[in-house]
């Protein structure tokens, strides 16, 4: 991805990525009126390490552990023909019945909103939650669903030429989200 993209600038630094957290998982405790019921399922990649991250602040503020799941979407993509002839499917790892409870859905970026809609399909096919709500760190607009973030780190406007990406030192080794630039060939 690199070779095909230029840097155009450093949105968020590892400090306010830092805030940006501490700030949704406020948020998430003040619309859920605490911790009562409450899961958190990061959609993978990049969405896990963000998940647990809002679960680890939730438990500091609140001392109490939130469960936290793993949701891979893969299959109920409704591009999967076009991304690989055959894509590698991961596990979905929630040790827990999302029946009845507030199921705080985490992505690291809101784009079209495809993702999500594939998410939201997984999710029903394990139980049935009683609410479903999402944050994101990064919302770069362009929806062609009627999907909205209830939680979000940060609006950032972009073209379609532009690339948002959200770096996690747990899978990329820093904490840092670029805005990337396609090469024009």
């Not at 619309?31 to 680890?56: C, H, Q, S, W």
């Not at 055959?86 to 790892?93: F, G, S, Y």
């Not at 929630?94 to 809609?117: E, N, Q």
């Not at 609006?155 to 989200?177: A, H, I, M, Q, R």
Request: proline share 3%; glycine share 6%.
């Amino acid at each position: 991805m690199e070779s095909e993209m230029k840097k155009k600038k450093e949105i968020i630094d590892s400090d306010a990525m830092g805030r940006a957290i501490t700030r949704i998982a406020h948020e998430i405790l003040e619309k859920n009126k605490g911790t009562d019921d409450l899961v958190l399922i990061g959609i993978r990649t990049r969405g896990v390490p963000l998940a647990e991250r809002l679960a680890a602040k939730i438990e500091e503020i609140e001392d109490v552990k939130i469960e936290t799941g793993i949701l891979d979407i893969t299959l109920y993509r409704d591009d999967l023909s076009t991304i690989a002839y055959q894509p590698i499917v991961h596990r979905t790892e929630i040790p827990f019945d999302i029946t009845g409870k507030k199921v705080v859905l985490v992505d690291d970026v809101l784009y079209t909103g495809r993702t999500v809609r594939a998410a939201l399909d997984a999710l029903i096919d394990l139980g049935r939650p009683k609410q479903i709500q999402l944050a994101i760190m990064i919302d770069r607009g362009h929806r062609e669903l009627p999907i909205r973030a209830d939680f979000v780190g940060k609006n950032l406007p972009t073209s379609k030429n532009e690339v948002v990406d959200v770096n996690f030192k747990e899978t990329d080794g820093k904490d840092l989200v670029l805005l990337l630039e396609k090469n024009k060939s």
